[in-house]
């Protein structure tokens, strides 16, 4: 396990704790597995230019943030939430959840967005994993290996259309259908919250606990999967347009689309 030692509490950004960047404040937006509904960037567009720096700019776990904020007051609160994209004010902090972008479109060997949708309700529904870091993170690789290299605190690599193996810091753990597996990872959530203790020492991550969350298991031969990163340009469902220095480009914009860990946003056919 890790030795890194922490000396405060997570301050990763939210609507709710905003960070005081140079230009003025930064509040981050969770998008469970980068899917937006429809008109949602474009609403979120629109609020940028109107309070903050007139762009809407991606993050690597295919999040959004609004830059150049003043004091964010009631009234941008209210002007984010009408987007449809802050669905949980006690919890929009933990929503950190990254899966494939093409899953259930074209390729991969399941469909993990029911996953997506049921982790991200079991996340909110649960008082107490309020508490989880903001940099706690969750990974859904859909069994096409495209995420297969990004480090995660808990997440799944489908195995086939109804099994998953779990991932548990940098371990593997059991094989589990993929119908329970949103409870199984928020169950493993809680177990975390319960050993890492409180106060600014507490981990923010589980490879950082001093003993396993769970025994590790050997991986499953399917498990052990990789592909490269989506390119940008079209690509079989849609057409994946680069971000430039992490800014979506208005003109991009379009009904259905899936913000993607490269800084890019997936346009669906």
Same mark, same amino acid.
């Given at each position: 396990?890790?030795?890194?030692?922490?000396?405060?509490?997570?301050?990763?950004?939210?609507?709710?704790?905003?960070?005081?960047?140079?230009?003025?404040?930064?509040?981050?937006?969770?998008?469970?597995?980068?899917?937006?509904?429809?008109?949602?960037?474009?609403?979120?567009?629109?609020?940028?230019?109107?309070?903050?720096?007139?762009?809407?700019?991606?993050?690597?776990?295919?999040?959004?943030?609004?830059?150049?904020?003043?004091?964010?007051?009631?009234?941008?609160?209210?002007?984010?939430?009408?987007?449809?994209?802050?669905?949980?004010?006690?919890?929009?902090?933990?929503?950190?959840?990254?899966?494939?972008?093409?899953?259930?479109?074209?390729?991969?060997?399941?469909?993990?967005? *029911?996953?997506?949708? #049921?982790?991200?309700? %079991?996340?909110? !529904?649960?008082?107490? +994993?309020?508490? /989880?870091?903001? =940099? @706690? &993170?969750?990974?859904?690789?859909?069994?096409?290996?495209?995420?297969?290299?990004?480090?995660?605190?808990?997440?799944?690599?489908?195995?086939?259309?109804?099994?998953?193996?779990?991932?548990?810091? *940098?371990?593997?753990? #059991?094989?589990?259908? %993929?119908?329970? !597996?949103?409870?199984? +990872?928020?169950? /493993?959530?809680? =177990? @975390? &919250?319960?050993?890492?203790?409180?106060?600014?020492?507490?981990?923010?991550?589980?490879?950082?606990?001093?003993?396993?969350?769970?025994?590790?298991?050997?991986?499953?031969?399917?498990?052990?999967?990789?592909?490269?990163?989506?390119?940008?340009?079209?690509?079989?469902?849609?057409?994946?347009?680069?971000?430039?220095?992490?800014?979506?480009?208005?003109?991009?914009?379009?009904?259905?689309?899936?913000?993607?860990?490269?800084?890019?946003?997936?346009?669906?056919?």
């Amino acid at each position: 396990m890790s030795t890194t030692t922490r000396n405060r509490r997570d301050l990763c950004p939210g609507v709710f704790r905003p960070w005081p960047a140079e230009d003025g404040h930064l509040v981050r937006l969770r998008v469970p597995g980068g899917q937006l509904a429809s008109g949602a960037l474009a609403a979120l567009v629109e609020v940028a230019r109107a309070h903050g720096d007139g762009r809407v700019h991606l993050t690597g776990r295919a999040n959004l943030q609004l830059r150049g904020l003043g004091d964010v007051s009631p009234a941008v609160v209210d002007a984010i939430e009408a987007t449809g994209l802050l669905p949980s004010r006690t919890h929009e902090l933990v929503r950190n959840v990254m899966a494939s972008p093409l899953t259930g479109r074209v390729g991969g060997r399941a469909d993990v967005r *029911p996953v997506v949708a #049921a982790l991200d309700r %079991l996340l909110c !529904a649960d008082r107490a +994993l309020a508490a /989880l870091p903001g =940099r @706690f &993170l969750f990974v859904l690789d859909d069994g096409r290996g495209d995420l297969a290299d990004r480090s995660c605190d808990l997440g799944l690599v489908a195995l086939d259309d109804g099994l998953a193996q779990l991932r548990v810091g *940098p371990s593997w753990g #059991a094989v589990v259908p %993929l119908a329970s !597996a949103a409870a199984c +990872l928020v169950g /493993l959530a809680r =177990r @975390f &919250l319960d050993v890492r203790g409180e106060g600014p020492e507490a981990p923010w991550h589980v490879a950082e606990l001093p003993v396993p969350l769970v025994e590790p298991t050997p991986p499953d031969r399917r498990a052990l999967v990789v592909s490269p990163p989506m390119p940008y340009g079209i690509v079989p469902g849609g057409c994946h347009v680069e971000a430039p220095d992490g800014v979506v480009d208005p003109a991009s914009v379009a009904d259905a689309v899936v913000v993607t860990p490269w800084r890019g946003v997936l346009v669906t056919r």
